[in-house]
């Protein structure tokens, strides 16, 4: 079955400190792509990347990064020097082909508060 | 280009009423879906629709249904209303049908509150 674990319900950080935001992952499939999605309180869900199984490779962009790691199923996010604008809900998104259709499966999210 | 817009983006009814939600898709994108956030349950998929066809459905019961127009713009409409709906309802949307995995872009939501 397929399914997203965010362990981390909130984390709270001081700004400029890094976080990782943890996501684990469980599918049977071979072909499957990984998403990041920020949810600031204005409620809209921005993404952030998309990253398909075949893919290894660690991505960086500005201040975020992101570990996709197969021998153990996750897909970690990495804010570096934090600040207050990175404060919102992130989740992690599993998407994979089910029955000729996509099928989408989110975490719960993990609540990051950046304390100025 | 404008991104996803939803409308109304607050809303509030009693329960036994019914409620239209109204999406408009990034310009160019076929595929829009429907996902209803709560505190509780989180993000569920509720269904997509791509030309006009309503192509997946998560578990939802048959009071919420939903229909794509010519020109991608998607409605759903949740009837005979229940506390359990409040939530907010986001669309998304994907330029092909979501069999090839395009990257879904969400709107804003539409804040629906069941007195």
């Known amino acids: 079955a397929q399914k997203v674990t965010q362990a981390q319900t909130e984390i709270s950080v001081v700004e400029k400190e890094d976080v990782t935001l943890d996501c684990v992952y469980e599918?049977?499939?071979?072909?499957?792509?990984l998403f990041w999605y920020k949810q600031p309180p204005s409620g809209e869900l921005v993404f952030l990347i998309r990253r398909n199984s075949f893919d290894e490779q660690n991505e960086i962009s500005g201040r975020y990064s992101w570990n996709f790691q197969k021998s153990t199923s996750s897909f970690n996010f990495t804010i570096t020097a934090s600040q207050v604008v990175d404060s919102a809900v992130y989740f992690c998104?599993?998407?994979?082909?089910?029955?000729?259709?996509?099928?989408?499966?989110f975490g719960t999210g993990t609540k990051l508060q950046v304390i100025p | 280009k404008a991104g996803v817009t939803q409308t109304p983006r607050y809303l509030i009814k009693t329960r036994g009423q019914q409620v239209t939600l109204s999406c408009s898709p990034i310009?160019?994108?076929?595929?829009v879906s429907w996902y209803q956030q709560t505190p509780g349950q989180g993000l569920q998929f509720l269904f997509e629709y791509f030309s006009e066809t309503q192509r997946n459905k998560g578990n939802f019961p048959g009071r919420f249904s939903g229909r794509q127009f010519s020109n991608s713009r998607s409605e759903m409409n949740v009837s005979t209303l229940e506390l359990g709906d409040s939530a907010l309802y986001l669309c998304a949307s994907s330029l092909e049908q979501l069999a090839r995995t395009d990257t879904q872009y969400f709107g804003p939501g539409t804040r629906l509150t069941v007195l």
């Open positions: 599918t049977r499939d071979t072909t499957y792509y």
């Open positions: 998104a599993l998407s994979e082909a089910a029955g000729g259709y996509q099928k989408v499966t």
């Open positions: 310009s160019g994108h076929r595929s």
